[in-house]
């Protein structure tokens, strides 16, 4: 076989290890890693902003409890006034029982608007706890964001070098017989990419070991085009 079909052989094993670099650098890209590290601190924020969230709830739930007990106190002193001053209560024992009921009703008014001022007070210090924590979920989403935009461009790059390759190396394939591309195939398969290599006197270069004398007798006194493979590895070997 001509040496130049080997020589094409070893240049496609080239542009083979280079589309092997560039898939794997396209897999691994370190953009990746970053986008993968921001999502994790985006959810970490997330579930602090959650636990805050529900405190903000529960007090608002306070609220909304305390409102309603205002207004069922400000329907019920309307009534008693109502009826103080509607002359439909005479007994003495029964407008004092009222006064009574309004004095109680005044004071529990005030202890409860109390309360919702304190509620209202530990809501401000919550917004003031969560504000900072939603400003940097922000920012790690704004910042995912950007990295996904330089990811998508870098991937854009790689590809368009993968496709680059590929279109160099079909006419290069091209020269290469048949059997012998796909032999080539099946061995970068099972060699982790190197299925080619050359003999360096005795010596194998992609697995460096050295052949023994009777297989290194044997291969020279094969022909020319016959093809060689390493008896250690089985690398098709470039005499
Ligand atoms: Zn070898």
Redesign the pocket.
Known sequence: MPTSVYEHLLAVQDLDLTLLQLRHKRGHHPIRTKIRETEAETDRNQLIADEIGMRRASLESQQSDLDDEVSRIGSRRSEIDAKLYDGSVVATKDLLALQDEAKMLRERQVSVEDDELEIMEQIERVDEELAPVQETIRSLVAAKTEYEVALAAALMEIDDEIDRLNEKRGPMAEAIPSDLLSDYDSLREDLGGVAV?RLVGNT??????TMSAVAFDQIKRQPDDAVI???????I?IR
Not at 204 to 209: K, L, R, Y
Not at 229 to 235: M, S, V, Y
């Open positions: 290599a194998c270069d992609g697995c460096h070991m493979n390493c008896d250690q590895c089985g690398r070997l």
